[in-house]
């Protein structure tokens, strides 16, 4: 027979991290921002009122798992991307995503300059883990 799981837990034990749910409604807000849509537009995507949405971009409410699938879905967001600063995202996939959308909008010229810029980057890098 297992074991069920305590609520709250013992003093002394572990627990999950706290979501910190400002941080996800910020980001969620700026995805909206950038797809160029209102709350209430979102809101009629996913299936709740602007008000609610409001709420959620502010972190006056916990938004749901299957809220954030939904927001992620309808802002063509890695779900990862919400959960930025928890221990809980997946930052390398992020931020190669976050690059390659980035790249594929530059001309040669600029990705010429960028790769230089890597370039550059990397050389200081190495020379200060000398």
């Known amino acids: 027979m297992t074991k069920p799981d305590k609520f709250p ?6 627990t999950q ?3 910190n749910y400002v941080k996800i409604g910020q980001r969620v807000k700026t995805a909206r921002i950038e797809k160029g849509l209102t709350q209430a537009d979102l809101g009629a995507m996913v299936g709740c009122s602007n008000n609610h949405l409001s709420h959620i971009e502010v972190g006056q409410t916990k938004v749901s798992l299957s809220m954030l ?3 992620s879905s309808a802002l063509e967001k890695n779900f990862d991307f919400f959960l ?3 221990p809980y995202a997946n ?3 992020i931020i190669d995503t976050e690059i390659a959308q980035k790249l594929e909008k530059c001309n040669a010229s600029t990705l010429v300059s960028i790769n230089k810029i890597i370039d550059v980057l990397l050389e200081q890098q190495h020379t200060f883990s000398e």
Do not use: F, H
Request: hydrophobic residues 20%.
């Open 9 to 14: 837990p013992d003093k002394g034990e572990t």
């Open 17 to 19: 991290p706290e979501l």
């Open 69 to 71: 699938l939904k927001l």
């Open 84 to 86: 930025l600063d928890t």
């Open 91 to 93: 930052n390398d996939s």
